[in-house]
Antibody, heavy 118, light 107 residues
Framework: QVQLQESGPGLVKPSETLSLSCTVS????????WSWIRQPAGKGLEWIGR???????NYNPSLKSRVTMSVDTSKNHFSLKLRSVTAADTAVYYC????????????WGQGTLVTVSA | DIQMTQSPSSLSASVGDRVTITCRAS??????LNWYQQKPGKAPKLLIY???SLQSGVPSRFSGSGSGTDFTLTISSLQPEDFATYYC?????????FGQGTKLEIK
């Protein structure tokens, strides 16, 4: 059974960089897309971007200037960096596995709340 | 970006009811439409992918249909554990986009 686990600081100061990691267990990280999705409290889901195991990335244009994703296949994990955060970036951040052909998300992490506050 | 619009935004129903939720795309997305269920404090769970394929382990009372721009999720007989928020997602064109959600509540 594939499991994903997010990790990283729960509190980030405004203008700083949010950094999260997602560790994949129970299966190989290879040959899938891996996504980050966020959800502000009481609101809907926002796709941040995805990375393939080759390192190829696609980002949401609304966040593209501030986002970097990376993958480490040897450690079975992938990461998100979001620069210059503001209070609007406060949300639960999910990492997820994306099926290559259909693009559906079949496995999700439990989510981690990141609060942007001084 | 492709806009996904769900209706209704909220819905009250009773155990045993048949319920239908609609998702409309701002342009054709073929069958690249997925449905998720989310309960409070939990990650979304995949129910249906490519419009009508039932994810493994999901009860058969859930079904999906549609193609192009109009899609539906149907729950044939509501069970107590089905009260949750449902989201559609298009995976036809980047960026992936989600509907705003439909909250299904107990009447």
């Amino acid at each position: 059974q594939v499991q994903l686990q997010e990790s990283g600081p729960g509190l980030v100061k405004p203008s700083e960089t949010l950094s999260l990691s997602c560790t994949v267990s129970g299966g190989s990280i290879s040959s899938y897309y891996w996504s980050w999705i966020r959800q502000p409290a009481g609101k809907g889901l926002e796709w941040i971007g995805r990375i393939y195991t080759s390192g190829s990335t696609n980002y949401n244009p609304s966040l593209k200037s501030r986002v970097t994703m990376s993958v480490d296949t040897s450690k079975n994990h992938f990461s998100l960096k979001l620069r210059s955060v503001t209070a609007a970036d406060t949300a639960v951040y999910y990492c997820a596995r994306v099926m290559t052909v259909a693009g559906n998300i079949d496995y999700w992490g439990q989510g981690t709340l990141v609060t942007v506050s001084a | 970006d492709i806009q996904m619009t769900q209706s209704p935004s909220s819905l009250s129903a009773s155990v045993g009811d048949r319920v239908t939720i609609t998702c409309r795309a701002s342009q054709s997305i073929s069958s690249y439409l997925n449905w998720y269920q989310q309960k409070p404090g939990k990650a979304p769970k995949l129910l249906i992918y490519t419009a009508s394929s039932l994810q493994s382990g999901v009860p058969s009372r859930f079904s999906g249909s549609g193609s192009g721009t109009d899609f539906t999720l149907t729950i044939s007989s509501l069970q107590p554990e089905d009260f949750a928020t449902y989201y559609c997602q298009q995976s036809y064109s980047l960026p992936d986009t989600f509907g705003q959600g439909t909250k299904l509540e107990i009447k």
